[in-house]
């Protein structure tokens, strides 16, 4: 069984930066795709960052340019370094993965959130001006 654990949340101040990490348990390398998604106060879970297939990188139109999503195979942890925080960053943070290599389902649309199956608890991010 498959497990995610993200960590690197907390609480900071508008402009800061700050690194998420999840770190991916007994998946190996099969799943296709991994994102991370928030969920602001009164809001519907959104993308933030997803990489498919190790190499290609997608962002929502509001952190791009400030957010960066990494993923180290050998550590099996998935990153999201978040520079130039401001206050509408604050949220749960969550990670998840998605698709499966081994039988060819691939996640055509990283940022939709329909092909990810399995999702971490959340880490708070509170950012204050």
């Known amino acids: 069984q498959g497990q995610l654990v993200e960590s690197g949340g907390g609480s900071f ?3 800061g930066s700050v690194t998420l990490s999840c770190v991916a348990s007994n998946y190996g390398d099969s799943p296709h795709c991994m994102g991370w998604f928030r969920q602001r106060p009164g809001k519907e879970r959104e993308a933030v960052a ?3 297939g190790d190499r290609d990188t997608y962002y929502a139109t509001s952190v791009k340019g400030r957010f960066t999503i990494s993923k180290d195979n050998a550590k099996n942890t998935l990153s999201l370094q978040m520079n130039d925080l401001k ?3 604050t949220a ?3 990670c998840a993965v998605g698709g499966n290599r081994r039988s060819g389902s691939l996640c055509y649309k ?3 959130s329909s092909h990810y199956n399995h999702w ?3 880490t708070q991010v509170t950012v204050s001006s």
């Open 13 to 15: 101040q508008a402009g």
């Open 50 to 52: 997803a990489i498919a």
């Open 87 to 89: 206050p509408e960053d």
């Open 92 to 94: 749960m943070y969550y």
């Open 110 to 112: 990283p940022l939709i």
């Open 120 to 122: 971490g608890q959340g």
